[in-house]
């Protein structure tokens, strides 16, 4: 589908490439030496044959090995998703269980309405509010670029721009999920003995309900991977986002494709560690 799609939308990056410059004869040569004046099947079928062999082609661009550009990039967008994640779980687990705690209370009420704003908010547009806030107003941090210029600091409004989109989708499951929990007849019988409120909630009820929160853990920091696209290019930083959205700019075919490939690797191996807590969350799932 992503093959198909780069060959629908407008452009050619013949003519990206030789620009003022371009000329029939030359964009004929350029088009036969790329391998794109070839029937689109047999293109795909070329790219999928190097792909069976690990290899994820050359950029059109730079001629550079499409895995060696990809691998530069790729930690700093898995380290941007670890932060964005840490801040959602940072915010959301704690602010779950008080809501469910206290159902209907004035904090569970205030815990709703945040988390449905929250979750109504794009990603790009609080990045842009917390770029005013924090960089143009207060000066505290960086407004863009990279860990090489400013360490850890250019990190931390990224981080947060993800983590509170975040943080308001995994706060509204952590009270749906324990508030079934807490109105089961375990709980109960949990209360009826005496034991602490920290036994009830934190082991008893925490642990029956962390099946549905892990889903969504993990289903979100895989479209972190992805989603930390329009992040990056807000913030400047050079992770793998970036080097999707150019690439996209010069149709970049190669690159586009390999990128597009890594991003649902790596959504499809989170996917997997979610069915492996499972069984660690919940033993009676091997059966």
């Not at 941007?80 to 809501?99: D, N, R, T």
Request: proline content about 5%.
């Amino acid at each position: 589908m992503c093959f198909l799609l780069l060959h629908l939308i407008p452009g050619d990056p013949v003519h990206v490439m030789l620009g003022e410059q371009y000329d029939e004869n030359t964009a004929a040569t350029l088009r036969r030496d790329l391998g794109l004046d070839l029937p689109l099947p047999l293109q795909y079928g070329i790219w999928l044959g190097h792909i069976l062999r690990g290899d994820l082609g050359r950029s059109i661009f730079t001629n550079d090995s499409v895995l060696v550009l990809i691998a530069e990039r790729v930690p700093l967008t898995l380290e941007l998703a670890g932060l964005g994640m840490a801040v959602a779980l940072v915010i959301s687990l704690p602010s779950g269980i008080l809501s469910a705690v206290r159902r209907n209370g004035i904090f569970d009420r205030v815990t709703r309405i945040v988390t449905t704003v929250g979750v109504a908010i794009p990603v790009f547009w609080s990045a842009i509010l917390l770029i005013l806030v924090f960089a143009v107003y207060l000066g505290w941090l960086p407004a863009g670029g990279g860990p090489s210029r400013y360490g850890f600091r250019a990190l931390i409004l990224p981080s947060l721009a993800l983590g509170l989109f975040n943080a308001a989708l995994v706060t509204r499951m952590t009270r749906a999920s324990l508030v079934d929990v807490l109105a089961e007849q375990f709980m109960t019988t949990a209360r009826a003995k005496g034991l602490s409120p920290r036994l009830v909630y934190g082991r008893h009820a925490m642990h029956n309900a962390l099946v549905p929160i892990v889903t969504v853990v993990g289903l979100e920091f895989g479209t972190l991977l992805g989603g930390a696209v329009l992040t990056e290019q807000v913030f400047g930083l050079p992770g793998l986002g970036s080097l999707l959205i150019d690439s996209i700019y010069r149709r970049d075919f190669p690159l586009i494709q390999g990128a597009t490939l890594v991003v649902a690797l790596g959504v499809m191996i989170v996917n997997l560690l979610v069915d492996v807590a499972y069984v660690l969350i919940d033993p009676r799932i091997r059966v």
